[in-house]
């Protein structure tokens, strides 16, 4: 049956969805049995699944209920959207992971942002990047130096 943490995954209850049709939506999201379902308090919930493999789609790509998207983290570490902001566009996203790399897990691709749909530069990129991260410690620093620039 393999390690149970690797199984395992969290996220937080929503307000209008009963547990019963999160049970329903996640058993058939991944094809795969609940094998623990339990409230953790503060509205998180821990649910055990049969695979590895179904616990790691839904930290993955997570999935809709209603009108709601619910996110799944491992039940070892959340991922945390690292944001780089100021840094020049030109500096490498390579720079920016290698940069980022001993403050933990690098969970994503880095996304460059850009302006909203009402702004009127929209669609062009604003020159900050987002990066998701499973931190190993509490927190990075603040400021660091990423390809020469700070």
């Keep these: 049956m393999g390690d149970r943490k690797s199984r395992s ?3 937080k209850g929503i307000f209008n969805i009963s547990v019963g049709a999160m049970k329903t939506a996640i058993e058939h999201i991944t094809s795969q ?3 623990v379902f339990q409230s953790l ?6 649910v055990e699944l049969t695979s590895k493999n179904a616990a790691g789609l839904l930290i993955e790509e997570g999935f809709d209920v209603n009108e709601f998207h619910v996110c799944f983290h491992p039940p070892h570490g959340y991922f945390t959207n690292v944001s780089i ?3 020049r566009s030109y500096v490498e996203d390579a720079q920016v992971l290698e940069a980022l ?9 880095i996304l460059r942002l850009k302006y909203r749909k009402d702004h009127e530069l929209a669609g062009i990129e604003d020159g900050n990047r987002l990066v998701k991260m499973v931190l190993a410690s509490k927190s990075i620093p ?7 620039q700070w």
């Design 85 to 87: 902001m100021g840094l």
């Design 33 to 35: 049995e609940i094998t």
């Design 142 to 148: 603040y400021s660091m130096k990423i390809g020469g």
């Design 101 to 109: 790399a001993p403050y933990g897990e690098i969970k994503s691709d």
């Design 9 to 11: 995954v969290t996220f």
């Design 41 to 46: 308090g503060n509205e998180e919930v821990l």
